[in-house]
T-cell receptor, first 115, second 111 residues
Framework: NAGVTQTPKFQVLKTGQSMTLQCAQD?????MYWYRQDPGMGLRLIYY???????DKGEVPNGYNVSRLNKREFSLRLESAAPSQTSVYFC??????????????FGPGTRLTVL | KQEVTQIPAALSVPEGENLVLNCSFT??????LQWFRQDPGKGLTSLLL?????REQTSGRLNASLDKSSGRSTLYIAASQPGDSATYLC??????????FGQGTELSVKP
């Protein structure tokens, strides 16, 4: 039981490049989330998926897209990376449908630098 | 708009001391409150979740209390150990809303 896994662990991009961050959970959870963590700003929600087949915007969705590929996987895509997207990205999941009502389990994070 | 504040931002204590971390929130209409631990360079680990109808939750040496009316929660750590050194984050969920995080308290327990 690996919990929540994220790939890659580290990534360096040039401005304008695109990439997809992968997240998978093996706990049969219904809800999944993407957060970014920045010094002085704390953790902020980018997008979430309250059930398989649905996605919704969080606090800071601009510049990102997401795909809930199946119940296990939730990917985050940067179409044209900008230096302001340099951050640590965390994926999380929770059991309940609808999101935010129960304990969230976090992955180890992806450290992204955009030059 | 819900805002979550954690004071102090950093705390250093000698091993064996009992300590309290504070979390305050501006909107008392919360669904639940969660406390997390984050080790340097790692993800978050959930410690305790308190539903809005509950007053406290306990797990081992940790006890979290919730006072919705005053917009406050405390995380009590008994007999602190160097292994407790980490950043502690609280987060609140409003009815139908998102999880809003505080900035965290960085705890250092000195041997």
């Amino acid at each position: 039981n690996a919990g929540v896994t994220q790939t890659p662990k580290f990534q360096v991009l040039k401005t304008g490049q695109s990439m997809t961050l992968q997240c998978a959970q093996d706990m049969n959870h219904n809800s999944m989330y993407w957060y970014r963590q920045d010094p002085g700003m704390g953790l902020r929600l980018i997008y979430y998926s309250a059930s398989e087949g649905t996605t919704d915007k969080g606090e800071v969705p601009n510049g990102y897209n997401v795909s809930r590929l199946n119940k296990r996987e939730f990917s985050l895509r940067l179409e044209s990376a900008a230096p302001s997207q340099t951050s640590v990205y965390f994926c999380a999941s929770s059991e309940a449908l609808g999101g935010f009502t129960d304990t969230q389990y976090f992955g180890p994070g992806t450290r992204l630098t955009v030059l | 708009k819900q805002e979550v504040t954690q004071i102090p931002a950093a705390l250093s204590v000698p091993e064996g001391e009992n300590l309290v971390l504070n979390c305050s929130f501006t909107d008392s209409a919360i669904y639940n409150l969660q406390w997390f631990r984050q080790d340097p360079g790692k993800g978050l680990t959930s410690l305790l979740l308190i539903q809005s109808s509950q007053r406290e939750q306990t797990s081992g040496r940790l006890n979290a209390s919730l006072d919705k009316s005053s917009g406050r929660s405390t995380l009590y750590i008994a007999a602190s150990q160097p292994g407790d050194s980490a950043t502690y984050l609280c987060a609140v969920s409003n009815q139908g809303g998102k999880l809003i995080f505080g900035q965290g308290t960085e705890l250092s327990v000195k041997p």
